[in-house]
């Protein structure tokens, strides 16, 4: 049974609790025996003191389920206000919000002016609220409010790499969380299947150069990204004209502590790592994530599935992960060298310890035929819808997601 999280500030005693929740949990006082134990257990973990939910909670026989417990974590939640992450408080007079340009299932991102920069940015803003998604389990408060907490620590820790976005700011008020970032126009690497019919493999190779030098990047600071994807990957041409990729949404990233694995599901269950649907993974289920993509490039489409994935079940992916070839006999594959293929088979190993590690995967002979020299990458130009921090809205492409 997963422990419900909570973030209050509360007084009073078990009379005053109940008189927030609903009636047919309040009247069965003594199943707040099994919510205690799971919000002081959750709130233990979190590192946070239990002394003041235990002047709400006075313990008594019985047990409590999962949802009656949450529902009373909520209920006090709803009285008192989602709570803080800590940032500093959101002045609109600094903004004039232009366009919505994207949204996802994790928030909201629009063009806005900044007049204390004097120039557009990105603005991704996130709701303290937790709501509920068809076929989903909304997020306990405390879980969601450390994960937005979270995405904020690890973009700005990894601010020290030219392939991440620029964070400006990082606001907060009473409801949303705002991250305030460089606004790119250029689109990302999702344009190349609306630009281009076919990806050459000296402009997958560079492409996918910058991917894995941005991953070992994150992996030297001890982050997995974890949602490896086209529509992640922002264009910016900078001065001299040659374009590079930047890394964008770190709302799946999270800090990885040597020799302790990771088991939360997070991303685009298409990109998933077959350990990732094991819940027991670490920095390789980034590589393959990058292998699907490559696959991706340079066949127009994902193994196994065409772009209708998004009608495919999680638990069909999971399955075809997990057991089927990667399959090289679709059209797209007819014209690649066997160079090419031997790097998709090395970032594709299911074994997550034979899978080429990312020295390995830079060092491949594929990666060195191709190496990028003074020329530019040809990356097509594309709406500045595709900027910032999120799916296009005109984008079809398989969407990140939580699934626990």
């Known amino acids: 049974m997963r422990a419900p999280g909570l ?4 007084q009073g005693n078990v009379s005053t609790v109940k008189a927030t929740l609903p009636t047919d949990v309040a009247g069965g006082c ?6 205690f134990h799971h919000v002081t257990s959750k709130l233990s973990s979190l590192g946070r003191s239990t002394s ?8 008594s026989a019985g047990k409590c389920s999962f949802k009656a ?6 209920a006090i939640y709803d009285s008192q206000g989602p709570g803080t992450v800590g940032w500093q408080a959101f002045d609109p007079s600094r903004y004039v919000f232009r366009q919505l340009v994207g949204k996802g299932g994790w928030g909201i991102v629009h063009r806005a002016y900044d007049a204390k920069l004097g120039h557009d940015v990105a603005i991704k803003t996130q709701t303290k609220w937790p709501r509920n998604e068809p076929g989903k389990r909304a997020p306990c408060p405390e879980i969601l409010l450390q994960r937005i907490r979270d995405e904020g620590e690890l973009i700005q820790l990894l601010q020290g790499s030219e392939r991440v976005v620029t ?6 008020d009473n409801d949303n969380c705002y991250l305030v970032t460089e606004l ?4 990302d690497l999702e344009s190349l299947f609306r630009a281009k019919e076919q990806v050459s493999e000296m402009l997958a190779a560079q492409i996918m150069e910058d991917v894995l030098l941005f991953l070992q990047y994150c992996h030297e600071k001890g982050v997995c990204y ?3 994807k086209p529509a992640n990957f922002l264009v910016e041409h900078g001065v001299s004209g040659q374009p590079r990729l930047k890394a964008t949404d770190f709302g799946c990233a999270q800090a990885i502590t040597r020799g302790e694995p990771l088991s939360r599901r997070c991303g685009t269950p298409s990109y998933f790592a077959p350990e990732v649907f094991q819940r027991k993974y670490g920095l390789e289920a980034d590589v393959w994530s990058a292998g699907i993509m490559l696959y991706r490039l340079l066949s127009g489409r994902l193994p196994w599935f065409d772009d209708s994935v998004q009608h495919v079940s999680p638990a069909r992916i999971q399955a075809l992960v997990l057991t089927a070839q990667i399959p090289f006999d679709s059209p797209g594959w007819s014209c690649r060298s066997e160079a090419c293929k031997d790097f998709v088979r090395g970032l594709l190993e299911r074994d997550p310890r034979a899978r080429l590690s990312l020295e390995q995967a830079l060092d491949h002979r594929w990666m060195s035929m191709h190496r990028r020299s003074d020329s530019d990458l040809l990356l097509p130009t594309a709406n500045p819808a595709s900027a910032n921090n999120i799916i296009p809205i005109s984008v079809n492409s398989p969407k990140s997601a939580r699934l626990g």
């Open 184 to 187: 790119l126009e250029d689109g």
């Open 167 to 172: 964070l400006h700011d990082k606001f907060e």
């Open 226 to 228: 974890a949602d490896v």
């Open 30 to 35: 003594n199943q707040l025996s099994g919510a």
């Open 52 to 59: 003041t939910c235990r002047a709400v909670f006075r313990p």
């Open 7 to 10: 973030s209050f500030t509360a």
């Open 69 to 74: 417990s949450k529902r009373i974590c909520t």
